[in-house]
């Protein structure tokens, strides 16, 4: 808002407003449950010397958790695949074994961490009666989704075997296509399965039956139709944004939305800045600023996902005097010739909005993918959740609409997921 003028009552109104917004928000995020659905971890940094109960130079860990009142989160069991085209034996057993070993490894860190690591500051949660006794506890608050359905191999057994360890979502696919469906890499690469493999659905039953969310992040639209037509309990998206605001394959276009809520599940909105917003090329000028910028000290392209983890590695190379200068030089091309600026809190609100006009607020939630590619300005490590509810009151929504967005919509999904299991094995 732009205020003309500027005397000195006016500005107290602003200032005084402004401070009410801050003590409202705050409060609000005091009681409410904030539940992020989607965070990304290295076994080693849960039960390594160097642990998530100190700050660690990541995204999420147990202080940050603390200093931005993030109450619980979903760690994720995610493991990778090599695609078919690059390993024939990719989806045969020597690849599902490598895959199971390291999924395992991954939920024995996980239960590591919160029984015998850090028992007194979080606690592993099942169900919807533990998210609530360990918060009235005053302790953080963990669960387990799986990230890929691949792990499973063939043998159906590994479901209620990965329900047994925790899992309490599991996402189909991933990047590439699997044995159980399609994945949205196939806008690009050519289709597998035409959604769902007849393994896929008995998957999908098996979740059903023991009650584990069915999440369809990485899948692909063919497959993401096909799960919503068949699962007898609500889906869930543990960590895609809205494809009308950001065109890519990972998000979800209107169709999906709608079919999600016919299931009654949730879209958790994820902060990953590239599904947030499509930002537009640098100029000519200013790619060639930071071309020269990054010839200078020797460091490989930041845009380039292949050189990504170059250019991080030697940027941690540089001293700090050599850092210094180069931050200075990249403030320069910033004012001389700006580039579009990347993706912020409110514009990941906006996809909060468009979700929510479409589908409903019981229909939507919230997810950083956090130490796994999320992060936004604004919120960019668990320290930071705090901006997202100040920016949802600022939009005013009511603490009844935050408490659903933050928690109260997932767990309505489990509980339902876990009511209907019970019906089923009847
Ligand atoms: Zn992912």
Not at 74 to 91: H, I, S
Not at 223 to 243: E, G
Not at 360 to 379: A, L, N, R, T
Request: proline letters at 3%; glycine letters at 8%; a negative charge.
């Amino acid at each position: 808002m732009a205020v003309a003028k500027t005397d000195s009552s006016t500005r107290v109104r602003i200032f005084s407003s402004e401070d009410a917004l801050l003590k409202q928000a705050r409060a609000i995020h005091e009681r409410v449950i904030t539940l992020d659905t989607h965070i990304d971890f290295a076994p080693g940094d849960l039960v390594g010397e160097q642990n998530y109960t100190q700050r660690l130079d990541t995204q999420f860990n147990l202080p940050n958790m603390i200093d931005g009142g993030l109450d619980g989160l979903f760690f994720v069991v995610y493991v990778g695949q090599t695609r078919e085209t690059q390993n024939p034996e990719a989806l045969k057993t020597q690849g599902y074994e490598r895959a199971y070993r390291a999924a395992v490894e991954k939920f024995d860190a996980v239960h590591r961490f919160t029984r015998d690591i850090a028992p007194d500051k979080i606690e592993l949660a099942l169900n919807v009666a533990d998210v609530h006794r360990i918060n009235l506890q005053g302790k953080k608050i963990a669960l387990i989704g799986v990230e890929n359905g691949y792990p499973l191999g063939e043998d159906i057994a590994r479901v209620k075997e990965f329900y047994d360890r925790g899992a309490r979502y599991l996402s189909l696919a991933h990047n590439g296509h699997n044995q159980l469906a399609d994945s949205h890499t196939g806008e690009r690469d050519g289709w597998k399965w035409n959604g769902l493999s007849p393994l896929g659905k008995q998957v999908i039953g098996e979740m059903n039956r023991l009650g584990i969310m069915v999440d369809v992040s990485h899948a692909s639209k063919e497959s993401v139709m096909q799960t919503a037509r068949l699962s007898k309990a609500p889906l869930i998206a543990s960590h895609s944004a809205v494809r009308a605001l950001c065109d890519v394959s990972r998000n979800l276009d209107d169709e999906q939305l709608l079919a999600l809520k016919q299931t009654g599940g949730v879209l958790q909105v994820v902060a990953y800045g590239g599904f947030v917003k499509t930002r537009k090329p640098d100029s000519p000028d200013r790619a060639a600023a930071l071309a020269a910028l990054r010839r200078t000290f020797d460091l490989a392209n930041p845009n380039d996902p292949r050189e990504r983890g170059r250019f991080h590695a030697a940027l941690k190379q540089l001293s700090d005097n050599q850092r210094a200068e180069y931050e200075t030089k990249l403030a320069e091309i910033d004012t001389e010739h700006p580039g579009d600026p990347p993706a912020a809190v409110k514009d990941f609100i906006d996809h909060i909005d468009y979700a929510v006009n479409l589908i409903g607020v019981d229909h939507v939630g919230i997810s950083s993918d956090f130490d796994g590619g999320g992060g936004i300005i604004g919120w960019n490590d668990a320290g930071e959740t705090f901006n997202v509810t100040l920016e949802l009151v600022r939009r005013g929504y009511t603490e009844a609409q935050i408490e659903k967005l933050w928690s109260g919509n997932l767990l309505r999904v489990i509980d339902e997921v876990q009511r209907i299991a019970r019906e089923l094995q009847k």
